[in-house]
């Protein structure tokens, strides 16, 4: 049987979720996404330079790509539920990244207003993926309120630090019964591969792959370290605590006393 | 007559509906979402809206994004 994520009816073979943000350039991207088989691209929405003719960022996506809109700009629950109604008018689907982010300095979510934006998008029947600070209390509060996954950060966005919040994010693979999905932070396809082998259901990744020297090579590497971390996953990872030989260490060249 | 476009404020010289806006901006019409004084207006209503002074008007398009 294949192993798929489900959400809202979709099957999604490819649990590398990669932005579409810091690339050198939309065709790159667009090689990005087709060597990695991306089946998740975020996108963001932005005023349009009214001074120049732009190209549109949709007609690079490949079409196998789901396409999830980013409400990044959001200071507040009230802006987030609108960057999502005027995406939705604009005939990108219904699929919503909320990220509310007042604190410039760290680039923090704010968990309170994510939290409101998710209770008012979720009933408009948007899938409603809320970019958060690990916390439990405040995770159960957004499947309450209808969200499709919670998306807790690695470390703060941008920086390629990892993940640093194993811990807390542990605690909420083991706890929800929704799709863990670690956004932010990731810099390396190791830093992915320990976020899928801890049970999460997938991972967003920009940053890294937008920055990389080769984003269409160092893609293509998250996207295996995606799968060989979920693979182990699902096979089951041995946890030895004490010193336990591999080999047999009796029987040779010498009697057992 | 002057219209808020995008946070700025643009003088407008004659009367205009938001499709002739949208025409004389050169602006391509499947790639964009207009909201006229907070209200989205879609694409089959934009010749119906006819401008005023001060009127605020929002012109988003995508982007990359994480």
Known sequence: MQDTLKISGKDITNRLFIGTGKFSSYEVMKRALEASKAEVATVALRRVDTTSMQENILDYIPKRCNVMINTSGARNAEEAVRIARLAKAAGSGNWIKIEVVK????????NIETLRATEVLAKEG????????????I???MLEAGAAAV??????????????????????????????????GL??????????????????????????????GYAVAFSKAVEAGRSA????????????PSSPLTGFLRNEK | MKIKINGKHEEIGKKLNLAELILEKRLCAEH???????RI?????????????????EIVSFVGGG
């Open chain 1, 103 to 110: 604190d410039n300095k760290y680039l923090l979510p704010d």
């Open chain 1, 126 to 137: 948007f899938v409603v993926f809320p970019y958060m600070s690990p916390d439990l209390s």
């Open chain 1, 139 to 141: 995770a159960r509060r």
């Open chain 1, 151 to 184: 998306m807790p950060l690695g470390s703060p966005i941008g920086t390629n630090r990892g993940l640093r919040t194993k811990e807390l994010v542990e605690i909420l693979v083991k706890e929800l019964s929704i799709p863990v999905i670690v956004d932010a």
């Open chain 1, 187 to 216: 810099g390396r396809p190791s830093d992915a591969c320990v976020c899928m082998e801890l049970g999460c259901a997938a991972v967003l990744v920009n940053t890294a792959i937008a920055v990389s020297p080769d984003p269409v």
């Open chain 1, 233 to 244: 996953y699902i096979a089951g990872i041995p946890c030895g605590k004490d010193p336990e």
């Open chain 2, 32 to 38: 964009i979402v207009v909201e006229h004084n907070l």
């Open chain 2, 41 to 57: 207006v879609p694409e089959k209503e934009w010749a119906e809206v006819s401008l005023h002074e001060l009127d605020n008007i």
